[in-house]
T-cell receptor
Framework: DVKVTQSSRYLVKRTGEKVFLECVQDMDHENMFWYRQDPGLGLRLIYFSYDVKMKEKGDIPEGYSVSREKKERFSLILESASTNQTSMYLC??????????FGPGTRLTVT | DQQVKQNSPSLSVQEGRISILNCDYTNSMFDYFLWYKKYPAEGPTFLISISSIKDKNEDGRFTVFLNKSAKHLSLHIVPSQPGDSAVYFCAASISGYSTLTFGKGTMLLVSP
């Protein structure tokens, strides 16, 4: 079974803080993704990576950056958290194409 | 511009009856379609998929139908069970590309 884990299930941060969300997958997948899910807006792609040290912007990259130093690990960074970044963050991984496998999500609240 | 649309935000069905969730797409390049199920406070889980070379794919109680000419797909759940209550996302992709385009989801409530 594919396993995708995320470092925290719930996180509360203050406005202006730097926030790191970590994601690890154990299936040697090439691709990794970061989404956010908001009510009424579905899943929106923030960034994805198709290889180590490679990254591509998704639909809503503003205010975020990512890091992929190892194949199994993909980090999402909020350089200066803002209240409009309060959301559910979902990490996923996949082979080159096909279905994506999701982690349990991190509910981030920025106050 | 939404390329994948789920026009019903919610659907209520009685246990034992059929649930039909609908999805429309606008990009004719999409050739692979997926359905995901999501419970609150959990990540989405893959349910079923269909390639554009088929018009139907079945897996137990779940069947996905694809109508390419109408750019429409649907997920049928028969019989519906209370444990099926969740948000269902439709997603589409283009062969050779890694990314999926998701709809906004439909919340299904199956009542006993």
């Amino acid at each position: 079974d594919v396993k995708v884990t995320q470092s925290s299930r719930y996180l509360v941060k203050r406005t202006g803080e730097k926030v790191f969300l970590e994601c690890v997958q154990d299936m040697d997948h090439e691709n990794m993704f970061w989404y956010r899910q908001d009510p009424g807006l579905g899943l929106r792609l923030i960034y994805f990576s198709y290889d180590v040290k490679m990254k591509e912007k998704g639909d809503i990259p503003e205010g975020y950056s990512v890091s992929r130093e190892k194949k199994e690990r993909f980090s999402l960074i909020l350089e200066s958290a803002s209240t409009n970044q309060t959301s559910m963050y979902l990490c996923a991984s996949s082979l080159r194409t096909g279905e994506q496998y999701f982690g349990p999500g991190t509910r981030l609240t920025v106050t | 511009d939404q390329q994948v649309k789920q026009n019903s935000p919610s659907l209520s069905v009685q246990e034992g009856r059929i649930s039909i969730l609908n999805c429309d797409y606008t990009n004719s390049m999409f050739d692979y379609f997926l359905w995901y199920k999501k419970y609150p406070a959990e990540g989405p889980t893959f349910l079923i998929s269909i390639s554009s070379i088929k018009d139907k794919n079945e897996d137990g109680r779940f069947t996905v139908f694809l109508n390419k000419s109408a750019k429409h797909l649907s997920l049928h759940i028969v019989p519906s069970q209370p444990g099926d209550s969740a948000v269902y996302f439709c997603a589409a992709s283009i062969s050779g590309y890694s990314t999926l385009t998701f709809g906004k989801g439909t919340m299904l409530l199956v009542s006993p």
